[in-house]
């Protein structure tokens, strides 16, 4: 069985590669960092050690990596393969789409069983919005065909990896817990077991819930973190104050996604307090830069801070803690972060209310945005002050 996976960063190496690998995969990865490429092609195994007290490492042995600037070998390979998995970061998924498309192509033109295609990236609908991409890709007198050809589930991923700070380029140190559940109902009836994988058929309360929890609570230990002046989200984590607005953003987003979903109230309590622990972590090192990376996507309506909050509106809960993150976010201005200089040209071009309108989607009559300019006009004086 052949796995071809997009992106041999952090999650793709250890957390995705590996579990296809432990279920009898050989895996091939495509990136486009050619020294990366060329280091697997060379060893053809990387290392998976546990940020836990034990430490223990596992090599992952038999795998091999394509350049993805290389389609025809992108295209051979997702000819042959039996799944393809993509951990690139959303916003990369349109630049897998073309080779994808022609892979389908080259399978519906052999007469090959339906290949499965599983995104496995902090979004909403991942696969279903890389499948839009593939389509777009093909004529329309074959997307019918295509669509029988490939099947896009649905999935959500959960697995803290940092970037690294290994000696060896190719080892990823990860956190132990893990979570990989895909969408059962769109896959093809004879998909073989993948080890470590929850099956469902619903997925939209696990992927909500854990955006809503882990990567809502994620992002405010990051934003709160970086105004605090913490560089890690463990420091981040030792700071009283961090730690309170933390855990009400969570009890906002918690009291939504119960009532949501139905989720017990007692049990998404004890899901919290792990996650927190989770985060504390002493074995880690997590930069507040990549967990706050990119802040134009987290503030995107259907994201981790906001989605939570239009959600908690409609349900007439309040929401102090997702404001306050917001309003956090428009101050994160990371070194090398592309969406965190945009989002600072737009507020001093555009001004606040503006920049908020074009990149959270609530407009200036909505009571959250007049909710979030409040917030940022308290942390500027604030940071004024110090
Ligand atoms: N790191 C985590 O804790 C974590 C956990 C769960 C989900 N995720 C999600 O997984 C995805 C990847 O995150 P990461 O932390 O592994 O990032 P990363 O930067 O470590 O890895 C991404 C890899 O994708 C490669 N890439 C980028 N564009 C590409 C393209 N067009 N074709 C092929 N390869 C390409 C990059 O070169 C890089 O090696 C993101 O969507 C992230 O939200 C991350
Ligand atoms: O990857 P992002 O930028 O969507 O979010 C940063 C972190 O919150 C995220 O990578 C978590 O570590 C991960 O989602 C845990 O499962």
Known sequence: ?????????????????????????????VDVNEERVNLINERKSFKVALASEAGE??????????????????????????????????????????????????????GQKPLVVIACEN?????TILKGHVLEKLDPGLREQAERAAAFPDAAVDRIVPLQQN??????????????????????????????????????????RKLFTVNTGHCCAAYFGYLKGHDTIQLAMQDEAVVAIVRKALEETGK??????????????????????RFRNPYLIDEVSRVGRSPIRKISPSDRLVRPMTLAYEL?????????????????????????????????????????????????????????VKEYDRIRQEQEGK
Do not use: C
């Open 57 to 110: 490492t596992t090599e992952v042995q038999g795998v091999s990596a394509i350049n993805g600037r290389d389609a025809d070998k992108v295209i051979d390979a997702i000819a042959e393969a039996d799944i393809v998995t993509t951990a690139v970061g959303v916003g990369a998924l349109p630049y897998l789409a073309g080779n994808i498309a022609e892979g389908i192509k080259r399978r519906l033109a052999a």
């Open 316 to 372: 007439d809960i309040e929401t102090p803690a997702l404001t306050m993150a917001v309003a956090a976010a428009l101050f994160f201005d990371s070194k090398d972060d592309p969406e965190a200089a945009e989002l600072q040209q737009a507020i001093r071009e555009q001004g606040v209310s503006a920049t908020i309108a074009k990149y959270t989607g609530l407009q200036t009559d909505h009571p959250l945005h007049a909710a979030i």
């Open 123 to 127: 979004a909403i609908g991942g696969s």
């Open 167 to 208: 000696e060896d380029p190719l080892q990823v140190t990860v956190e132990p817990f893990y979570e990989w559940v895909v969408d059962r109902s769109a896959l093809p009836a004879d998909f073989p077991h993948l080890q470590g994988v929850h099956f469902v058929d619903r997925l939209e309360p696990y992927i909500e």
């Open 1 to 29: 069985m052949i796995a071809v996976h997009f992106g041999a960063g952090n999650i793709g190496l250890g957390f995705i590669g590996l579990l296809l690998s432990q279920s009898g995969y050989e895996v091939k990865f």
């Open 256 to 277: 939504t996604i119960v009532r949501v979903h139905g989720f017990d109230p007692e049990e998404h309590k004890r899901y919290i307090e792990k996650i927190l622990e």
